[in-house]
Nanobody, 118 residues
Framework: QVQLVESGGGLVQPGGSLRLSCTAS???????????MDWYRQAPGKERELVAR???????NYPNSVKGRFTISRDNAKNTVYLQMNSLSPEDSADYYC?????????WGQGTQVIVSS
């Protein structure tokens, strides 16, 4: 059973930066590199939305709302995916979730809260 643990959330002022981390355990051998890794977010009263994706060969994808401000990366040796968030605004406040997907299974972390406020 794959488990994902997010960290790095917190309170940040508008215009600031945060880096989120998501570490996976329970992946067999070096299979972490095969997982498509996503970051989603969900603000109160809103649907969960995808904010970043990275596949096994490092190709990334972002929605227009975060493109140019957010960067997803992965370190397969550490079974970890990162989300660097810059130029944050209050609209980025949400719970951020990590998701791992591979044929036969999709796994979610418990989330980490990001609050952007002065």
């Amino acid at each position: 059973q794959v488990q994902l643990v997010e960290s790095g959330g917190g309170l940040v002022q508008p215009g600031g930066s945060l880096r989120l981390s998501c570490t996976a355990s329970g992946t067999s051998g070096n299979n972490f590199r095969l997982y498509i890794m996503d970051w989603y977010r969900q603000a109160p009263g809103k649907e969960r939305e995808l904010v970043a994706r990275i596949d096994g060969i490092g190709l990334t994808n972002y929605p227009n709302s975060v493109k140019g401000r957010f960067t997803i990366s992965r370190d397969n040796a550490k079974n970890t995916v990162y989300l660097q968030m810059n130029s944050l605004s209050p609209e980025d406040s949400a719970d951020y979730y990590c998701r791992a997907a591979i044929t036969g299974g999709t796994y979610w972390g418990q989330g980490t809260q990001v609050i952007v406020s002065s």
